[in-house]
Nanobody, 121 residues
């Protein structure tokens, strides 16, 4: 009922920048939290950044001052601007949204399919 589609991943050299975007579509009444998680090979998925409907944000310590999350509530989109990228940022990045579905009016946790970010040294 709800689909999240990410874009913007790729290969970049250390110190470079990338911008990830995610758009949510489907039977959406409202979206509470939107965010980005990442998973490196052999590691657990971890929070990168999240943003609430009122614009309040949380970041992982490892990305503070380098990454910036933003959202457009009218377009149901969330973006992640990643600067000063490091090889340890290499991972599959997943978009996340906590969505109230129109038909059931129940909250649903939804994930995108993931986009690969590779930072070369």
């Amino acid at each position: 009922q709800v689909t999240l589609v990410e874009s913007g991943g790729g290969l970049v050299q250390a110190g470079g920048s990338l911008r990830l975007s995610c758009v949510a579509s489907g039977s959406i009444s409202t979206i509470n939290v939107m965010g980005w998680y990442r998973q490196a090979p052999g590691q657990q998925r971890e929070l990168v950044a999240r943003i609430s409907g009122d614009g309040s944000t949380n970041y992982a310590d490892s990305v503070k001052s380098r990454f910036t999350i933003s959202r457009d509530n009218a377009k149901n989109t969330v973006s992640l601007q990643m600067n000063s990228l490091k090889p340890e940022d290499t991972a599959v990045y997943y978009c996340y949204a906590l969505v109230k579905v129109v038909v059931t009016m129940q909250w649903s946790s939804d994930w995108g399919q993931g986009t690969q970010v590779t930072v070369s040294s």
